[in-house]
């Protein structure tokens, strides 16, 4: 009662912009992405993103969101502390166990290597850069600044030579018939 009159004298509950959340399934996860015509991710949340990414495994071809590369990266990082983590505690242990989480370790980075770099491939395309660019990485110190700023910086509008803007945005001029 105290908290109700208390949220009224701060937001009066007529101003209040609320959705029946009974009327509308709040997410449903079992259907498959929907990619629209235009090559745009439609995405809802992080996952979404990263099954993208799997689902373009090896296709260095095309555009990629900054969010889509970043959640993608987060993925990898979460997914590499835990398994790590068995790793460290069956090593300090002293047991012959960590060799079972090394080897699983070991697999998921190789997994991960090609659709890793096809993201960022994707990437560069998305900030009008070819993805030979990703050889600036072996410049010693400075190479990882520079692709950090690149991976950091916002798409280009409308359509580049790698096609529409994930985005959508400035993508009135496209045509697909160029791409073909």
Known sequence: MFFARFRESVIPIKHLKTKNVMQEPVGNRNKPIDYPQDNT???????????????KYADFSGRAR????????????LAVMVIYVPIIAFGVADSNLVFGPAILLVLYLLATIIPSLAVAVRRLHDTGRSGWFYLINFIPLVGGII???????????GTNQWGPNPKGIGNEDFDEDAFR
């Open 147 to 157: 692709m950090i700023i690149f991976f950091v910086e916002d798409s280009k509008p």
């Open 66 to 77: 900054r969010s889509e590369y970043w959640y993608f990266q987060l993925f990898n990082v």
């Open 41 to 55: 991710v439609k995405a809802d949340g992080m996952m979404d993103y990263v099954k993208t990414c799997f689902n």
